[in-house]
Each structure stands twice: as structure tokens, then as C-alpha cells.
Nanobody
Framework: QVELVESGGGLVHPGGSLRLSCAAS????????MRWYRQAPGVQREMVAY????????FYADSVKGRFTISRDNAKNAVYLQMNDLKLEDSAVYYC???????WGQGTQVTVSS
């Protein structure tokens, strides 16, 4: 039912930028806040950004604050993550999800390497 399809990842150098996209379906998108999570090898999955259903409220983990920007387009059932000034420690598989987190997509790989 729920489908979450992440895209936009890739290989970048430190200081570079990427814009991740998430296409969602199977639930009333606008009624849910959305989050971006990431998981690196050997590290617990962590939430890095949050956006309310209307898009008026956002929250960022301290590690990405000032560098990442989350946004959404409810008409397209999509959420985005603009990532700037990427650091090596940002390397991870990035996932989007709603608060229920009953289904997960495949994620999109972000690799920051010099």
C-alpha cells in the first residue's frame, strides 16, 4: 500500500551538494509530517530532518542544521532534502517516511568522498 521511492543520491566531494527527492503514495500525504532518515554502516538509523504536513514547521538534527533544507510539495506527494556543504560523515543511505514508519523504501545512497 504505502510506497516511498527515494532518489537523487550519488557520489560527491566534500563541500558539494545534492538534492534528494521522495515520491510517496498509499496514504493521505498532506495529513502527515514527513521525515528524512539516514543510516550509515554500523550506525543506528537517525532522523535528520522533519517537516509538518503543511510545510510550515521544520526541524533539523544539529549535525545537519544550516546545511540541509527539507521541503515538500503536497500537490505532488513529494518531499525533498537539499543538502549543501556535504561532509564525509553525511555518507549514508537516506530514507523518507511518515511518523508511522510501517513501510520503508529502498533509500538512496549518498557517498561523500575526497
Amino acid at each position: 500500500q504505502v510506497e516511498l521511492v527515494e532518489s537523487g543520491g550519488g557520489l560527491v566531494h566534500p563541500g558539494g551538494s545534492l538534492r534528494l527527492s521522495c515520491a510517496a503514495s498509499g496514504f493521505t500525504f498532506k495529513e502527515y509530517d514527513m521525515r528524512w532518515y539516514r543510516q550509515a554502516p554500523g550506525v543506528q538509523r537517525e532522523m535528520v530532518a522533519y517537516i509538518s504536513g503543511t510545510g510550515t514547521d521544520t526541524f533539523y538534527a544539529d549535525s545537519v542544521k544550516g546545511r540541509f533544507t527539507i521541503s515538500r510539495d503536497n500537490a505532488k506527494n513529494a518531499v525533498y532534502l537539499q543538502m549543501n556543504d556535504l561532509k564525509l560523515e553525511d555518507s549514508a543511505v537516506y530514507y523518507c517516511n511518515n511518523p508511522i514508519r510501517d513501510y520503508w523504501g529502498q533509500g538512496t545512497q549518498v557517498t561523500v568522498s575526497s
